[in-house]
Structure formats: structure tokens, C-alpha cells
């Protein structure tokens, strides 16, 4: 291998963040930092605020997908992963309501692992389909996002919205589990 490649590596676990930008292109710098001192493998990034006419904002030892809303100056999601990762893009599948990037990635000892992660804008309403077809990519997802929805299942937060009971009754319909944030 010359000093030019780098060497991608099947990893036994991998850190994935979320992290919402409210505009990505001013902080570039600090979502630098942040993936280095804290050994970031993934960074799921939320309204991101770019469009196709924007360069990708590139990290150094890092790869993007990204998923630019069209027709509006909001949104936006992407995925930053760590260079030496196997991680393959996927098509986003069709949606109603959700805005998604999605990529496979491949672990030692696993099965792949679908990363899925999406943005439900405040004005849009949760749509059992959108989340059916995020869970049947393969039998292994993690889906990341912010959904604006508000409940206690994943809050110490003891207010809840709308959204939030939906997301819960929907979790229970697909029999998929909702984690707290860690961070």
C-alpha cells in the first residue's frame, strides 16, 4: 500500500453523534474539533442549511453524504464517517415528509448496519410510511434524527407534544426501540 491510500477497516463498534447545525458552513471549524477530540466514528448532521450550488463541506479524514432540501434556504441532513470505515451510500427511498441521508456500513463480526439519518421539520407531520421505508432498507438500522417531537421516553424533559405520542405509539406498531441521547 503506498503512502497515498488510506486503509479502510472493519470495525467491532463505532461512536455515532448527532448534532444539529442550524448551518453547517460557519462551523466547520469547531465540527472539526469536535470529531477529532472526542474520536468521533460518525457524525449525523441535521439542518445543515446547504444547497447543491455549495461545495461539500469537507473534513480531513472524514467522507460526507448529504442530502441538500431543494426549494427552501432551511434543512438539509448529512453524514460525516470516518475514512477508514466500509460505508457504502444508499438511495434515499421515497418519502413523504422526512428529509434523509443513508449509508450501509460494514462492522467485523456483523452484519451490516443501515444508517439512517433524518429531519421532520417542525411544519410536517409524522408519516407511518416514511419510517416503514427507512426500516425495511435491511434488518439492521439505526436511525438517528430530529424529529421535533417531544416526550419523556427519551427526555428528562416532562413536557411532551403531539409528535412525541405519535413517535411512541408508532416505536411500539414497528417494534423498534427509542434510545436517549447519551451526550
Request: aromatic residues 8%.
Amino acid at each position: 500500500m503506498d503512502n497515498t491510500t488510506t486503509a479502510r477497516i472493519k470495525h467491532r463498534s463505532i461512536a455515532v453523534v448527532f448534532f444539529n447545525a442550524h448551518g453547517l458552513k460557519n462551523q466547520i471549524n469547531e465540527v472539526w474539533t469536535f470529531l477529532t477530540d472526542h474520536q468521533i466514528d460518525i457524525l449525523l448532521v441535521q439542518e445543515t442549511f446547504l444547497k447543491p450550488s455549495l461545495r461539500d463541506p469537507k473534513i480531513a479524514n472524514y467522507r460526507l453524504i448529504r442530502n441538500d432540501r431543494i426549494g427552501n434556504r432551511l434543512g438539509g441532513t448529512l453524514i460525516y464517517y470516518r475514512s477508514s470505515l466500509h460505508v457504502v451510500p444508499i438511495d434515499t427511498p421515497q418519502l413523504t415528509e422526512l428529509e434523509a441521508s443513508v449509508c450501509r456500513v460494514a462492522m467485523t463480526g456483523q452484519q451490516p448496519i443501515t444508517v439512517a439519518f433524518v429531519y421532520l421539520s417542525p411544519n410536517k407531520k409524522i408519516i407511518k410510511s416514511d419510517f416503514e421505508a427507512q426500516f425495511n432498507l435491511s434488518n439492521s438500522v439505526i436511525l438517528g434524527g430530529g424529529l421535533n417531537s417531544k416526550h419523556q421516553v427519551w427526555s428528562n424533559n416532562l413536557r411532551k407534544n403531539a409528535k412525541g405520542d405519535h413517535l411512541v405509539k408508532l416505536s411500539d406498531y414497528l417494534n423498534y426501540i427509542i434510545a436517549r441521547s447519551s451526550i
